[in-house]
């Protein structure tokens, strides 16, 4: 197990993409790039969702600007709960600054069997904070 958010589970997170090789990724996922800063107790942690492929860091361009707790990001990214980014943008738990018309898509997301089995795998090797 690799606690959620630290080098090694970026490193794990990146090995099981690259070992799931290409797959099948919505349309509107594929046209976004959102950096994430991620709140964990004192420290944040950027990283971002780079065309639907988690990566540590910001990259730039990016599209849209995203800050959230660790929860939030566990649920979103890990749990699969996408359901929880609206709730969390309503709530203003969630800070969102962009391009707002390639985000909205995303509202719709559905992912494909590949992703889902990807998810899955990630979440077998992360330990929540």
């Not at 959620?4 to 046209?31: I, P, V």
């Not at 492929?53 to 979103?76: F, N």
Request: charged share 30%; net charge neutral; aromatic share 6%.
């Amino acid at each position: 197990m690799a606690r959620f958010l630290s080098d090694e589970w970026f490193s794990r997170t990146e090995e099981l993409t690259k070992a799931a090789g290409d797959s099948e990724t919505a349309r509107a996922m594929k046209a976004v790039v959102v950096n994430l800063t991620i709140l964990s107790g004192t420290r944040e942690i950027e990283m971002c969702l780079d065309r639907g492929i988690i990566r540590k860091g910001h990259t730039s361009p990016a599209d849209v600007q995203k800050s959230m707790s660790a929860d939030y990001a566990y649920k979103l990214l890990v749990a699969g709960d996408w359901s929880i980014g609206m709730k969390g943008y309503i709530a203003h738990k969630i800070k969102v600054s962009g391009n707002m018309k390639k985000l909205i898509p995303l509202q719709l997301y559905k992912p494909s069997a590949d992703q889902e089995n990807l998810r899955t795998e990630i979440e077998k090797i992360t330990e929540q904070e």
